[in-house]
C-alpha cells in the first residue's frame, strides 16, 4: 500500500492534509525518517508548511487549529480523509487511550460505536492513505 503525492485528506478549517512525507509516494508499512518532514525539520510550530505552490498544508497533528476549536474534547472530527471517514485526536472519540497496536498500518481502527476511522496518535505524524 502506498500514498500519494497529493492531499489524503482535509482539516475541519479546509487546510489539505498530507502523510507524513514530502517526497510523494511511500510504503505505508515501511517508516523512513529520511521523508519525514517533521524529523527534517520543515514545518511550523502548526504542523504545516507551504509546499511547491505554495498552498499551506498540514503534515503532522494541526495543533494551531485545534488549540482554537471550540469542541476540543477526545470525540471532536479534526479532519475528513478522502476516503471518507473522519480523523480524531490522540484519543479515541470515549475519551480512552488508544492502545499501542490497535491502530492499523494506515493509521486508523474500528469499534462498533464509531465505525472507522483515523488518528494522529503516533508522534503527531498521519500515516493514513486513500
Same mark, same amino acid.
Given at each position: 500500500m502506498t500514498t500519494i503525492d497529493a ?31 517533521? !524529523? =527534517?525539520?520543515? =514545518? ?5 508548511? !507551504? ?13 494551531? /487549529?485545534?488549540?482554537? /476549536? ?10 475528513? !480523509?478522502? #476516503? ?27 469499534? #462498533? ?18
Amino acid at each position: 500500500m502506498t500514498t500519494i503525492d497529493a492531499a489524503v485528506g482535509v482539516a475541519v478549517n479546509g487546510v489539505p492534509i498530507y502523510d507524513y512525507s514530502s517526497q510523494g509516494e511511500l510504503d505505508v508499512n515501511s517508516y523512513d525518517e529520511k521523508h519525514d518532514t517533521l !524529523a =527534517l525539520g520543515q =514545518l511550523d510550530i502548526c504542523g504545516g508548511h !507551504a509546499g511547491r505552490g505554495d498552498d499551506y498544508h498540514y503534515h503532522v497533528s494541526p495543533t494551531c /487549529m485545534i488549540d482554537t /476549536m471550540k469542541n476540543q474534547t477526545s470525540d471532536a472530527i479534526i479532519g475528513w !480523509a478522502y #476516503d471518507g471517514y473522519p480523523l480524531y485526536g490522540s484519543k479515541n472519540p470515549d475519551g480512552s487511550a488508544i492502545a499501542k497496536g490497535d491502530l492499523d498500518v494506515c493509521n486508523g481502527q474500528t469499534d #462498533d460505536t464509531f465505525g472507522y476511522r483515523y488518528s494522529h496518535q503516533l508522534r503527531r505524524r498521519i500515516y493514513y492513505s486513500v
